[in-house]
């Protein structure tokens, strides 16, 4: 996918206060003519406070802090696509100073902090060769990493054979990439060593809508991001597209209202006790071609589905397909999916459904619509048992279909 016309990069000029990434210019998901600025303006003069009686001090607030955003990138958010500007003011006035309370450093580890703090050391930034990040998180303590195939391949086609990662400790490490999957989306690296924190894997299938979430990785570059949220939609049907604008994956994807944002694609979308519930994968948008940034509707690939395409890559270096074995044809909004044509030999033929086939329910999934029914599919493994019903000839039936691998 192609952004807007862009002008050619000025360089900032001596006298003026501004960074930029030194790869920013090759940055196709970037806007060159933006500007990322970190500004930080002194206290003001004042007079000296006159002397007070004692009394008890009492807190105010004594930090304000102002971060603007200004995104330039696609549906699929993975590397970093936007120019951000902090800041932050500190300054008192009149006869009162201002007296910050006690930092508190243990925190009960059932509380969100206590859980960021458990799971920080797990979560990585990638940093991707065209000058981009992304994010991921360590699942073996042998140094396998999960992140996108989206962030592997960067601003171009095919996976680098090697990525710098960026530890929330500040250390940098070379990763290797095992390789990746584009259909659904899921890459493993692997880093050297053999003691590394691994996260916990929950179990997908048990995801609730409303279920508390907390999104970790490194939006627009800012590495050790947490947001919080809860789960808005399950078994969500999602389109992704490559960087040439053509659907690479479709997924039944874990919504949340957790903000998610470019750069955090790969990380985890944990539950509140910080257990793996998805891959931060992809956003929607309002905005014009180009231009995206959180607007509460964020997409994980569930990672039940997540850790069957890694195992299979792991093992032997591609991952398998789940298919149906029928060709879809269109459908009136509303009435299912109709099977236009039923292959020989494949699952939908052995358990006897024929062409002009209406599917209504998938796995106890009601389908109005072809990228419904083939996102439930793909979320599954080959092998697996599903219940379909469909009508035809105005009659409606029901029939088990055993799901298998694609041959091609």
Known sequence: MTGPAQQPYAPPQADQSAWWHPAAASDPWRDPASRAVIETRPVPHAPPPEPLPARTPRTRPALGIVIAV????????????????????????????????????????????????????????????????????IVSDDGYVLTNHHVVVGGGTEPADNLQVLFSDGNVTTAEVIGSDPDSDVAVLRIDGDEHPAMVLADSDQVAVGDPVLAVGAPLGLSSTVTEGIVSAIDRPVLTENNNGEVESVMAAIQTDAAINPGNSGGPLTDIAGQVIGINTAI??????????????????????????????IATGSASHTVLGAELGESELGIGVTLAHVVDGSPAADAGLQDGDVLTSFNGNMVAENTELIALIRKLAPGTVVTVVYERDGQEHSAQVTLEAATD
Do not use: C, H, Y
Request: proline share 3%; aromatic share 4%.
């Open 284 to 313: 929607a948008s309002t905005a014009a071609e180009g231009e995206a940034g959180n607007i509460g509707i964020g997409f994980a690939i569930p990672i039940n589905q997540a850790k069957r395409i890694a195992d299979e890559i």
């Open 70 to 137: 200004s995104a330039v990138t696609a549906l699929i958010a993975g590397t970093l696509g936007a120019a951000v500007g902090i800041w932050a003011t500190r300054s008192g006035t009149g006869d009162n100073g201002f007296i910050g309370a006690e930092p508190q450093t243990e925190r009960d580890v059932t509380s969100v902090a206590g859980v960021v703090e458990q799971i920080m050391p797990s979560v990585v930034t990638v940093l991707t060769a065209d000058g981009g990040n992304g994010s991921g998180f």
